[in-house]
């Protein structure tokens, strides 16, 4: 049989295996493991130079048994390194137990008498492909059982959890880089200088006016610039039903969840700026009347930490 490679492809296929193996294995962060650690470094290199030095050998002592081989030997030699490995015996041999196939010669062994106006039946084992297919998986399995169930691969589970855990790590950072403004109610008042007041129209605009109309007269949400609340005047209640959302109904959302504390003062400031403006069509008033700065409202359900506006 003839040699299945030939040196110069068998040196360098062995050599990149191995540098393949030790890569995978060894654990060198982001710079390769012979460059992190020389002893690979001088490890592989002794490799490389035994396998040139045992090819240099086996080939000289293949030389030297050549030549004291009798002429008839010699023939025999030659005869048999012309066969390719596909064609050798032991190949063949392999083959057909692996798929149990017969030749076409052979066909009267699994010739069945069954004889359809000499439409005959033949039984055949699986063909070779299908055989292959089953090998593959066999193997596949094989790899699959050591490396998850030995090596302690990660299975879908934990793949899942490590990615939520990184995405979790990368938000918190990203969160850190950018830290989310709080205020408590208590600091809230009402601003007035126009920066704020026209960065809380610019919200407004983008965000709420699509309910409360684009000057605050009301579509879906109530009307916000006549002197009736629903869930309490003043800044503070403002403030606190944007950034909570309004207990009485969700249609109102928790803005608080998507803006900045410091924006939703400067919106929440913009409404107040709006009381006392009438806009055309605006919705009739809900809610009760908010009087004054410290009267309570006559709204029992009113939020129990409602504080007195600053305004
Ligand atoms: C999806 C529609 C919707 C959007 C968007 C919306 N709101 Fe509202 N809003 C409502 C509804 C509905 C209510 C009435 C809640 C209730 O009955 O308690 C409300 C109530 C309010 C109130 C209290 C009114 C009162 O009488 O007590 C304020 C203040 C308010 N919204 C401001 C805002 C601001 C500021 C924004 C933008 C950040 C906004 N809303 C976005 C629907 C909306």
Redesign the pocket.
Known sequence: MKKLFPSYVRVPLLFAIVLVALEYFIDSGDRPAFVKYPMVALFLAVFLFLLVAIEIVVSAVDKVTYHLLTEEQKKQLEEAQTVSFVDSQWYQHWMSKLTRSKAVEQEADVMLDHDYDGIRELDNVLPPWWVYLFYVTIIFAGIYLVRYHFFGGENQAQEFETEVALAEEEMLKFKGNSPKETISLDQVTALTDPASLSKGQE??KN??A???GPQGGGL???N?TDT?????GGIKN?FK??HDG?P??P???A?GKT?DAKDVQK??SY?WSLQGTKPAGAKPA??DVWKDDAAPTADASKPADSIPSAK
């Open positions: 919200i407004y965000v709420c699509a309910c409360h879906v949400g109530p916000l009736h609340w629903l869930n309490g403002v039903v944007i309004s009485r109904n249609t109102m959302a803005w803006l919106v929440a409404v809900e809610g």
